[in-house]
């Protein structure tokens, strides 16, 4: 056979070659995941994100039948678990439940180890939740103007409590204050179970925080709440004013829960993590569990998360100025 005839069958073989490959490349991304997925919370187990991570998680494994390891990463401010998941590979099995701390942080901490917007790929907010101003029993205020005359009766010498420094609770009792016209100093704690006990215990007289962080004491009777963020009241507290009805309607704190990858994340992948997130939030069951943490669902997808991220960056630069924040070390 001539020479030239040979060029036919090479340029044939060389292209069912390249078709062989490039079906083998896709075939590989259509079957993410194929392998665990790390699911980083950048605090302690019991906490409620740790617990609308282990709900999210379930429902991962249920519809794609691979397991969900979740990878308690607490301190830091949530430092050390953002970091962990900005230098974790970009292939979508490594991703990062976050709240708005990741939006206060970079205006807190000089030197952050990421850049928050460049280093991550917002692919879901899968939650939102109200907080509520609680107070130690022994305070003698029924509501929020009894207790806001109390507190200006007695500047410097209340106390609030918050899961840390710069996080939303110290910065909604840092905005109360300024608000209010009173003087309460903060206390932070690692973590948000010891400042509740110490709540309980009267070593401090109040505390911003999320629902599900103080609903089963506020129902004991452990607690008292004076008022819940948000527009409306919320279910789990019917009789609990919102600050507006309270007579504080400037007042805003809501915490939201998202989940991000590495920045170099394939976008087919994080759409998928995106979608399947999304969806999670329309079943039934998903709903109940994350009510009963104080959590309603907040459906967003990669473009809105963005958005939310920049826009909560300029307004808590707003507050940090006004209030003259500064991050306890």
């Known amino acids: 056979m001539a020479l ?4 036919p069958l090479a340029i044939v073989a060389a292209t069912s070659m390249s078709t062989v490959l490039m079906a083998g490349a896709a075939a590989a991304q259509q079957a993410y995941p194929s392998k665990p997925i790390r699911f980083i919370v950048p605090y302690g ?7 609308v991570t282990r709900i ?4 991962l494994l249920e519809a794609w039948g691979q397991a969900v390891v979740v990878d ?6 949530t430092v050390i678990g953002s970091e962990a998941l ?17 939006a206060i942080n970079p205006l807190l901490i000089p030197k952050l180890p990421y850049d928050p917007i460049k280093d991550f790929a917002p692919v879901a907010t899968i939650g939102i939740q109200e907080y509520v101003m609680t107070i130690h029993p022994a305070v003698p205020a029924s509501n929020l103007k009894e207790f806001v005359a109390y507190a200006r009766s007695r500047p410097g010498q209340l ?5 840390g420094g710069g996080g939303l609770g110290h910065l909604s009792g840092e905005l109360f204050n300024s608000i209010a016209g009173v003087k309460m100093m903060h206390v932070a704690y690692k973590g948000g179970a010891p400042a509740v006990t110490d709540l309980i215990a009267g070593q401090v007289q109040a505390m911003f925080s999320s629902t599900g962080a103080v609903l089963p004491n506020i129902r004991a009777g452990k607690l008292r709440a004076l008022a819940v963020s948000g527009r409306s009241r919320i279910v789990a507290l019917p009789s609990v004013p919102t600050f507006s009805e309270a007579g504080m309607p400037t007042f805003e704190a809501t915490n939201w829960f998202g989940v991000l990858a ?7 992948i994080v759409g998928k993590l995106s979608a399947e997130l999304i969806r999670t939030q329309s079943l039934p069951d998903v709903k109940e569990k994350l009510v009963s943490q104080g959590v309603d ?10 958005a939310l991220i920049k826009s909560d960056i300029e307004k808590f630069a707003r507050i940090v100025k006004n209030a003259n924040i500064k991050l306890e070390q």
Do not use: C, M
Request: proline content about 15%; cysteine-free.
């Open 56 to 59: 999210y998680g379930q429902k």
């Open 4 to 7: 030239s005839a040979l060029f």
């Open 297 to 306: 669902p907040w459906p967003g997808g990669p473009e809105q998360f963005a």
């Open 72 to 77: 308690n990463r607490p301190g830091g401010n």
């Open 159 to 163: 106390n609030f409590s918050s899961s």
């Open 45 to 51: 187990p019991g906490a409620s994100t740790d617990n």
């Open 262 to 268: 590495p920045a170099a994340t394939p976008r087919d």
């Open 86 to 102: 900005a230098k974790a590979p970009p292939d979508g099995y490594t991703i990062l439940l976050v709240v708005n701390t990741h």
